[in-house]
């Protein structure tokens, strides 16, 4: 009996013993696991927020005409904040002898912009909630005193736009709106799924512009929208080159939202797709654009200036000329000189090639010539390599190599191998005296073997001679 008793004692203390130690082995792997999640959570990092974008915000005394902010034609402005009262002045009051402006101004803001170039003036205004009742007149600045003068309404507006908003219209293209919209997601889902090497390949699709609520157009019939009137556009007006223009627009509605305006003046020009591709890529890329408009006076406009050019259609006109110059980190910048009337008998595409300036890339030139057996550049060589000059300029810590070539039969091979040399010399010359440093430039000529094996493809296989004279190749950055 003792016997037995000391044998169940003895299982009871294993089996406390077992119990234990698996308490403390469990309590250990809870401790970490919950060290681990820890960890992991400390790890992750939370989602970076999606950018916003930020409304142009309306200056206080931008509801004065004195304080009239100023447009470029062609060049969207906004969305603006809501404009917000009248002003310290009422410039705009009617009267029973001017019945045809604001009755008074309610949330207005004013714009001024001048004509950069003679035909009919445009205007786009896109409003963020197409419900609000927005209305605009135009005057022609008429010098000294102009906003005393329209206080005193001794001028008048040149274009009327106070259309009342078609309520019937608005809600039916809300209703298509969502339809559309629902489309939208549809498609957009089916197109997530493909692969990005397909979406590399699709051609570039510019982008629509929003849809303008009101403004003034060529094809609109209206000559003026009274207050009486339902409508959103009016005709447009014939300006002239210097002319300076105001305008002062006014949302009826209370606490209305902000909008989008864009004047423009309509003239016959060239309007071409500008895009910048990377050939080895096989990509669009964006580039920080400027391009500068002048007249017969000789003064400039910034026609585009964008840090983030991605690609669009570009107005170019008759009597103007032009200068574009594109840049991006880790390629060669683009500049180039021209006049629109250089550009109408081209397609409506303008692609520039942009060039990588990485080690390796190279620059095959075959439009260049020299006199039979010699070294001498004959013809226009300065209408190709002037460009490559201006290519490396504006690169002044690229180094690269001038390789000669020349087309030979294999006859003497020595004496090709020193031509094809001295050729590279010559065009490293050229780039000397128009200006690129000398210890930037190496040169080299065709080798015996590659002479060999040119001179075999011509005669052994009947292949042709490679029409390259010489190849420019990066051969790195000066230290």
């Not at 902000?258 to 080895?280: C, M, N, Q, R, W």
């Not at 930037?440 to 042709?464: F, P, Y």
């Amino acid at each position: 009996m003792f016997r037995t008793k000391q044998i169940l004692m003895g299982l009871l203390c294993c089996a406390l013993v077992f119990g234990v130690c698996t308490d403390v082995q469990a309590q250990t792997k809870k401790k970490k696991k919950k060290a681990t999640t820890t960890q992991t959570t400390k790890k992750k990092k939370a989602p970076a927020p999606a950018p916003v974008s930020q409304d142009v915000e309306l200056p206080l005394t931008s509801n004065d005409c004195l304080f009239a902010l100023t447009l470029e034609p062609d060049k969207p402005f906004g969305p603006t904040t809501a404009p917000d009262g009248g002003g310290r002045i009422q410039e705009v009051v009617a009267d029973k002898a001017h019945p045809n402006i604001f009755e008074r101004e309610h949330n207005s803001v004013w714009y001024k912009f001048k004509v950069p170039y003679n035909g009919e003036l445009e205007i786009s205004i896109v409003q963020k909630n197409q419900w609000d009742d927005y209305d605009f007149l135009v005057y022609k600045n008429t010098g000294t005193y102009f906003s005393n003068q329209v206080i005193q309404n001794k001028v008048m507006p040149v274009a009327v736009n106070m259309g009342m908003v078609d309520s019937n219209t608005l809600a039916a293209e809300v209703l298509r709106g969502g339809d559309r919209k629902k489309t939208t997601t549809a498609t957009t889902t089916t197109t997530t799924k493909k692969k990005k090497a397909d979406e590399e390949e699709l051609p570039f699709v510019e982008a629509p512009a929003p849809k303008a609520h009101i403004g003034m157009s060529i094809d609109a019939k209206d000559k003026m929208l009274t207050k009486k009137q339902v409508g959103g556009f009016i005709k447009s007006i014939p300006v002239r080159m210097g002319e300076e223009y105001y305008i002062v627009l006014d949302n009826l509605s209370y606490r209305g939202q902000g909008h989008t305006i864009t004047v423009s003046v309509h003239a016959d020009a060239y309007e071409p797709l500008v895009l910048f591709y990377d050939k080895k890529g096989k990509r669009y890329v964006d580039v920080d654009l400027m391009i500068l408009e002048r007249g017969e006076t000789g003064a400039e406009r910034p026609l585009i200036r964008d840090a983030h050019y991605r690609g669009g259609k570009v107005k170019f006109v008759p009597g103007f000329s032009y200068t574009l110059y594109a840049k991006r980190e880790g390629y060669f910048s683009v500049y180039r000189e021209f006049s629109a009337r250089d550009l109408m008998m081209r397609d409506t595409l303008m692609l520039y090639q942009m060039e990588r300036t990485e080690r390796g890339s190279t620059f095959s030139i075959k439009d260049i010539y020299f006199e039979d057996g010699e070294a001498t550049l004959i013809g226009g060589a300065d209408s190709v390599l002037m460009n490559y000059v201006a290519m490396f300029k504006n690169h002044p810590d690229i180094t690269f190599l001038v390789k000669g070539y020349v087309q030979s039969y294999g006859v003497n091979v020595e004496e090709d191998m020193l031509l094809s040399l001295n050729r590279a010399k010559t065009v490293k010359q050229y780039f000397i005296d128009h200006g690129i440093e000398a210890d930037r430039i190496s040169t080299a000529g065709m080798t015996k073997n590659e002479i060999k094996r040119a001179a075999a493809a011509v005669l052994d296989q009947g292949a042709k001679f490679s029409g390259i004279k010489v190849d420019l190749i990066i051969t790195g950055k000066k230290e």
